[in-house]
């Protein structure tokens, strides 16, 4: 459909919607039925994932939770550099290796970031999908101009996924990064005793982050899910945490063993198998099978209310 | 849609097009029939079903019964064909306020499948410039007075060419300066060919802009037609008080006048103090001639009167009196 090309050079002039008529009127004459693919030029589909992540990560707001992740890691290094030593066993696990190795701090800021900071900006991230747009009224301009409902939700996702990536990265970075500024960095003992240099140490602490990436995608969805339910943005971030919060309660209670495996919280600590020589991959393996399966369900209720939804915000 | 064609179909057409909020009726059964290329004003007191009748239109929300076709297709079903030949401004502009206007229009054009990203800097720099925001483009939209936001949501309605513009409202909280380039505006993007369909509760704005117009009441469309049909409606009439209401229904059928028809009138009423009768004025018979022709003929006037209709007569007859929200 070269008409539309020219109808869309057209629109950079003054004279455009002369050229409108011309190329509506001679491409309908080409190809009366057009497709929904007609006129898309390749590569266009990508503009509003391009957009949506630009859009994120140009809030201030984002890079508050970033800053704020990152702050953990530091805030910890510095802690244990201020005081004299860490007597082992206490405070959290990994806590007294740090000044031995400074690549430790990143594995120990993570393990600390999973049950609440994480989820907390993850929630954040994901409540405000849909909700968010509806509440400042930009949704009902996006479904307009058209982006398609199924479009916008996997551009959203899309883009709570990208920020799942980034979330853990920044945490494990940043605490390499203060490690290796405040602590000694040498090979690292694994939990199975092997040694490994500081470089593939890297490489696991980094695996690690991936692992919580895939981690919090299940709870991505459920956030997307439940931020199509509401036009309140705070409504829906404040339910994906409390969601976070009471998977985790029951996955504390010994009565209700039969339902941990369900739970999309039940691996979130399992990646200490990442940092074993060989490195067993079971616990990735169901880890990243539950998440998927969380994908489907929250998915599909997404798309089941999103697709019928009366945008009246 | 063929460009032979276009002149004699709608733009916008709806079958008996209800919504149901609850146990409320919002809009209810609704034909409104939009010729291409004209200014259709849509009327209506706040509160009675347009901004819901839009949102049918342009596939936001689900009709509860009836059909909606948008230039000749069926909405939502082909809403990917429909909506990029679609500028719209919907109950009031709407952006992101930690970006600036012009990254606000980048966003919601890269939205459109359909639009080009080589072209995009270029269409977003004219969009802002029709609508004078060239130099607040990059000011972000958290500083925006309601008229500059307004400003930008017309902008963002001009993004591509277009074939339909829909604007609900779109003077609002714009200055008297800003409502005339608003007026202004839609008036070239009509002279280019493109049907405008405007939704006000100002009649006067109607009157000045559109070429066609109908008015909502409680959910229904209560009239619609060209601006001269709907004026027509509601013409100068005389009124007249008299005891002699049969006298006086002779004289006016010698003179060639007919009781008006429709809405509010067409009727004699009887009282114990005698009877008020009215007609529509003929261009051809003075005032003074009707009341000499009803002396000769015996007629006791007891008053006399020639009201002019208007469009606001008419809207007013229609829709009610008052601030009554009709419910």
Redesign the interface.
């Known amino acids: 459909m070269p008409n539309r090309d020219v109808a869309k050079e057209g629109a950079a002039g003054k004279a455009a919607p002369v050229e409108v008529r011309e190329a509506a009127g001679s491409s309908a004459a080409e190809s009366p039925a057009t497709g929904p693919i007609d006129g898309m030029q390749p590569g266009n589909g990508w503009s509003l994932l391009a957009s949506e992540l630009s859009v994120l990560f140009r809030r201030r707001r984002t890079w508050a939770m970033l800053l704020a992740l990152a702050a953990v890691p530091v805030l910890m290094a510095v802690a244990v550099r201020a005081s004299s030593s860490v007597p082992p066993g206490r405070g959290p696990a990994f806590l007294d290796r740090i000044t031995q190795n400074g690549l430790f701090v990143g594995v120990t800021a993570l393990l600390v970031c999973v049950p609440l900071f994480l989820p907390l900006t993850v929630g954040v991230v994901a409540g405000d999908t849909i909700a968010g747009e509806a509440g400042l009224g930009t949704l009902r301009y996006l479904l307009v101009a058209p982006a398609g409902r199924v479009r916008l939700l996997l551009v959203k996702y899309a883009g709570a996924a990208v920020f799942c990536i980034v979330g853990p990265l920044v945490v494990a970075l940043a605490g390499a990064g203060i490690g290796s500024a405040l602590f000694p960095v040498g090979p690292v003992t694994l939990l199975s005793g092997d040694v490994i240099a500081p470089g593939e140490a890297l490489v696991r602490l980094v695996l690690v982050a991936a692992y919580l990436t895939v981690s919090l995608l299940g709870l991505s969805a459920v956030g997307m899910f439940l931020s199509t339910l509401t036009d309140v943005p705070v409504g829906a971030m404040a339910a994906t945490i409390v969601a976070s919060v009471v998977s985790q309660v029951l996955g504390e209670l010994p009565q209700l063993e039969w339902l941990h495996p369900w739970l999309f919280t039940h691996y979130w600590f399992g990646f200490a198998d990442l940092l074993r020589q060989p490195v067993a991959w079971d616990s990735f393996g169901s880890n990243a099978l539950l998440q998927a399966g969380y994908i489907a369900v929250f998915g599909a209720l997404a798309y089941g209310r999103f697709v019928t939804k009366d945008i009246l915000s | 849609?063929?460009?032979?064609g276009?002149g004699a179909e709608l733009a916008i057409e709806t079958h008996g097009l209800s919504k149901r909020f609850g146990h409320q009726l919002a809009v209810d059964g609704v034909n409104l029939s939009v010729p291409s290329g004209s200014v259709f004003g849509f009327l209506g007191p706040n509160g009675s079903g347009k901004t819901t009748t839009i949102?049918m239109m342009?596939?936001?929300?689900?009709a509860t019964a009836g059909s909606v076709s948008v230039l000749g297709l069926e909405m939502p079903d082909r809403?990917?064909?429909v909506?990029?030949?679609?500028g719209?401004l919907?109950?009031?502009p709407?952006?992101?306020?930690?970006?600036s206007g012009e990254?606000n229009l980048?966003?919601?054009?890269?939205?459109?499948?359909?639009?080009?990203?080589s072209?995009r800097r270029?269409?977003v720099g004219?969009a802002l410039e029709r609508v004078g925001l060239t130099h607040a483009a990059g000011k972000k939209v958290r500083a925006y007075s309601l008229g500059m936001k307004q400003r930008l949501g017309i902008a963002?309605a001009l993004?591509?060419?277009?074939?339909l513009l829909v604007l609900d409202e779109p003077t609002n909280g714009l200055d008297p300066q800003g409502t005339r380039e608003v007026r202004s505006l839609v008036r070239s993007?009509a002279a280019?060919?493109?049907t405008v369909f405007v939704s006000s509760h100002l009649l006067a704005e109607v009157e000045q802009i559109c070429t066609h117009a109908a008015v909502m009441s409680a959910g229904r469309l209560v009239a619609q037609g060209t601006l001269a049909e709907l004026r027509d409606a509601g013409k100068a009439r005389i009124r007249l008080v008299t005891p002699d209401a049969g006298l006086a229904e002779g004289v006016f059928a010698r003179l060639g006048m007919t009781p008006a028809g429709g809405l509010n009138n067409g009727t004699l009423v009887y009282s114990a103090s005698g009877g008020e009768t009215n007609g529509p004025v003929r261009d051809d018979v003075a005032p003074e001639a009707v009341v000499a022709a009803m002396v000769a003929a015996g007629v006791r006037v007891r008053g006399f009167a020639v009201e002019q209709g208007s469009l606001e007569d008419r809207f007013v007859a229609l829709t009610g009196e008052g601030f009554d929200i009709a419910q």
Not at chain 2, 58 to 62: E, I, N, T, W
Not at chain 2, 83 to 86: D, E, F, K, M
Not at chain 2, 106 to 117: I, N, Q
């Open positions: 849609m063929t460009a032979a276009r949102r342009l596939g936001l929300a689900g809403f990917h064909e909506l990029p030949r679609v719209a919907v109950e009031g709407a952006f992101y306020p930690f970006l990254a980048r966003r919601l054009d890269a939205a459109d499948p359909h639009a080009s990203s072209t270029a269409r004219t963002n993004l591509s060419p277009r074939e993007l280019d060919g493109a």
